[in-house]
């Protein structure tokens, strides 16, 4: 009986995980940027969908969509973490910032913007009032199971950075890579598989009851 315990226990942890990761994934259908969570398996650790989302068009020369499996990068006390959600504004240091105050990453550092007029090519060129100013550091995920969620909508990646093929859109934001109908089938399926976990430990109460019943009656 102790293996079938082990089972139950086992295939009721992994529906639980399963729906954290949906819950989590439903909460944040609006988030801009957010990378869906998924889990292929009840041993396998949860990675991101790095898929790409819709776009929004929003016209201000701050706001910065990615194409492709890449990050922007934003300093973090000290230390560098990632995000998709390019909603970004310039500081009152002159420096690109993200929502939180992060500063934006580019190959030589934060990126200042001073000046007015803000261009950023589909190569990450960042460009001033005409003027060359930096690129911005977009990094390659080469290994989509090393990123991991670091809260806030920020990533942290422990891997090496691959070749980023994809492109910057500026005047536009990326929506959540949530996929709502998705979501629901495998809320549907974690469910309908929580409940015959439900019958086989109710069955497993009656077998162990009977056995208790039949032991007491030969005493």
């Known amino acids: 009986m102790t293996l079938s315990v082990d089972a139950i226990a086992r295939a009721l ?10 819950s989590q994934n439903v909460a944040n259908m609006r988030t801009p940027g957010y990378r869906a969570e998924r889990s292929f398996s009840a041993l396998a650790d949860v990675q991101l969908d790095l898929s ?5 068009t929003t016209g201000r020369q701050e706001d910065l969509a990615l194409r492709g499996q890449g990050f922007f990068a934003v300093e973090v006390d000290g230390r560098t973490l990632l995000e998709r959600n390019g909603a970004f504004h ?11 105050g992060h500063p934006v990453q580019g190959e030589d550092g934060a990126i200042e913007i001073d000046g007015q007029t803000l261009k950023v090519g589909a190569d990450g060129a960042v460009t001033v009032d005409g003027k060359a100013v930096d690129r911005l550091h977009v990094v390659a995920v080469s290994d989509p199971s090393l990123v991991k969620e670091a809260g806030n909508g920020l990533y942290s990646y422990s891997g090496t950075e691959g070749e980023w093929i994809g492109s910057v859109r500026q005047g536009a934001l990326e929506g959540a890579n949530v996929d709502a109908s998705g979501e629901m089938v495998r809320l549907i399926e974690v469910t309908r598989h929580a409940q015959a976990v439900k019958h086989a430990i109710q069955a497993y109460d009656e077998a162990m009851q009977s056995g208790i019943n039949h032991l007491g009656e030969n005493t």
């Open 13 to 22: 942890s992994a529906d639980v995980s399963q729906l954290d990761i949906i």
């Open 52 to 56: 790409d989302a819709a776009l929004e």
């Open 90 to 100: 310039v500081d009152n240091a002159h420096r690109l910032v993200d929502a939180a």
